[in-house]
């Protein structure tokens, strides 16, 4: 029978065992106690890294160490290296046709499927309507998620981001993008009502149309951005936040992101530039000027272009340099971008390249200049070491300038995640409820 087993799976019923046994492990390794997140003391030298104080005296190696920790100012800054935890099973994949069921098992949510129990579609008092779901639990804490891009809209996946037995998750996706009408995909969808304002008024209107009093905002990329944006002005409204991939639009995040990095890829760089027509003007990624935003304003006039054949070309060539930028990630979700839906993808990139071609519709580095008024409002801000699209300064610089944030870098993580990063968002998203529950 454990041939028969072993000829099914690729793995024998023992190693699926032990696998089940190193998992739990790594999952207790991936809760982070709130009593060990030491706080209170200043460092004005900025965040210096540090062995944990625990009280079972563990080896640094062992299972159940909790990885550096560090403190920056009065927050908490912690280091998450899953390498560190001898006897856990590598998150690099093997090779072999036991792989897909091993890797169902190490990258398995920790909430199931659950289906919306109330939908709709808001009406913006400008022709936009805006798609939004209500699940989990109808009288948990309200928790809304913003997700990325700009463009990229909801997915199933993001109701089990939290617990549902605790938190009301509300989703929407942002205009024109998801099912919000008009979809981007459509040229006669106007892009000039699409702005960050228009988001973050959309946003309002929802929690006053759902009748929430405060939410717990859970974003991710491009959702951070959004997140501290309607955070930094409607600060009485937010219960608690939870960020992932920090962004803030900056300029230089953006010149990185879309330039910078090529020093990693310079030949898709290349590509992607040369696609624009613009060989001339971006000689190479390691330029400083011109401004990337010119770069990122020819794609935005490509995808207004009436013909779909210029739209679809625009949107694979940019699509697939965002694909270069996370190709590395192993125990993240490489291609995740060009994998998506012709109108999905059309509706990205047309989304995308509108806002970063006008910096997000933000004042440059506003989000981290006013970060103090953040103060009260408790956030956890959780990072991947390998990250090449957005390094950990801005996270680190974030939680410098907001007082009582916590940032959690994660050492075998990009931009797309990895299951410590999933496991570390379960862990915080538990903290944010016990200190919105129970303050002290």
């Keep these: 029978m454990a041939q028969d087993q072993q000829g099914r799976d690729g793995l024998n019923p023992e190693t699926l065992r032990d696998i089940d046994v190193h998992l739990d492990q790594f999952d207790l390794a991936c809760r982070v106690p709130g009593e060990l997140l030491e706080r209170g003391a200043d460092h004005a030298a900025g965040p210096a890294l540090r062995r944990p104080q625990v009280d079972d ?15 920056l100012a009065d927050r908490s800054f912690v280091v998450i290296d899953p390498q560190a935890h001898r006897g856990m099973p590598s998150l690099t994949p093997w090779s072999g046709s036991g792989w897909s069921r091993a890797s169902k098992i190490l990258r398995m949510a920790r909430y199931p499927d659950i289906e919306p129990y109330e939908t709709g579609l808001l009406e913006s008092g400008d022709g936009n309507l805006v798609y939004w779901e209500t699940c989990g639990n109808p009288d948990g804490v309200p928790a809304l998620i913003v997700h990325g891009g700009p463009g990229s809209g909801c997915t199933a996946g993001s109701r089990r981001s939290l617990d549902p037995e605790k938190f009301r998750i509300i989703l929407f996706d942002q205009r024109n993008c998801g099912r919000s009408l008009p979809h981007a995909s459509d040229p006669a969808a106007d892009m000039r009502l699409n702005t960050t304002g228009h988001l973050l008024a959309d946003m309002e209107r929802l929690r006053e149309y759902l009748g929430v009093q405060k939410w717990l905002l859970r ?44 020093r990693f890829f310079p030949e898709a760089w290349a590509r992607f530039r040369d696609f624009a027509g613009l060989t001339d003007s971006y000689r190479l990624p390691t330029d400083s000027a011109p401004p990337i935003s010119g770069l990122l304003q020819a794609y935005s006039q490509m995808m207004e272009d009436p013909d779909i054949a210029v739209r679809s070309r625009a949107a694979a060539e940019w699509t697939a340099w965002e694909d270069a930028v996370i190709s590395q990630e192993s125990n993240g979700t490489p291609g995740a971008y060009g994998d998506r839906p012709d109108d999905a993808k059309l509706a990205f990139v047309r989304i995308c390249s509108h806002y970063f071609a006008h910096d997000g519709f933000l004042e440059d580095g506003v989000l981290i200049r006013q970060a103090g008024n953040l103060a009260g409002i408790p956030g956890v801000l959780i990072h991947g070491r390998n990250d090449l699209g957005g390094g950990a300064c801005t996270p680190w610089e974030l939680a410098r300038a907001w007082p009582g944030a916590e940032l959690i870098i994660i050492e075998d993580s990009g931009h797309t995640g990895s299951t410590t990063m999933t496991g570390q968002m379960h862990a915080a998203a538990d903290r944010l409820y016990r200190q919105i529950t129970s303050p002290a």
């Design 219 to 262: 974003g991710g990329s491009w959702g951070v951005t959004l997140s501290l944006a309607y955070a930094q002005r409607h600060p009485e409204r937010v219960s608690g936040m939870l960020l992932l991939s920090v962004t803030s639009t900056r300029r230089l995040e953006l010149d990185w992101l879309y330039r910078g990095a090529g």
């Design 57 to 71: 005296n563990r080896d640094p190696g062992s299972p159940g160490h909790l990885g550096e920790r560090g403190r």
